[in-house]
């Protein structure tokens, strides 16, 4: 079964507790969350900008984190697997990033 299918590069990144199945679209140097269920459909995209945004894991509530790269700076944020519910986790001068487990 074929659960993301275009010109671009898509890579699995994590499944859901709910059994979503997230993957990043990369067209060239941009990258961009996604996630979809299991069976290929309702396909929907977690965290699409003109910024870069990487995957950096899936919490057991099923909340999406990632970070967000914007003009070399990188940012730290979670959302739902459905792509609703945007929350900044740490935006400051620093750079941010989450590399642990849940």
Excluded: K
Excluded at 18 to 25: E, K, L, N
Excluded at 43 to 55: I, L, M
Excluded at 90 to 98: F, G, Q
């Amino acid at each position: 079964m074929t659960l993301a299918n275009s010109t671009d590069d898509e890579i699995f990144r994590g499944i859901t507790p709910s059994g979503r199945v997230t993957y990043a679209r990369i067209v060239g140097t941009q990258s961009d969350l996604y996630s979809v269920n299991a069976d290929g459909t309702g396909t929907v995209a977690v965290a699409n900008s003109t910024d870069t945004e990487t995957f950096s894991g899936v919490t057991p509530g099923g909340r999406v984190i990632y970070e967000r790269s914007v003009g070399g700076q990188a940012e730290l944020y979670s959302v739902n697997a459905d792509g609703t519910g945007t929350a900044v986790l740490a935006n400051t001068i620093s750079n941010e990033s989450y590399s642990g487990s849940f």
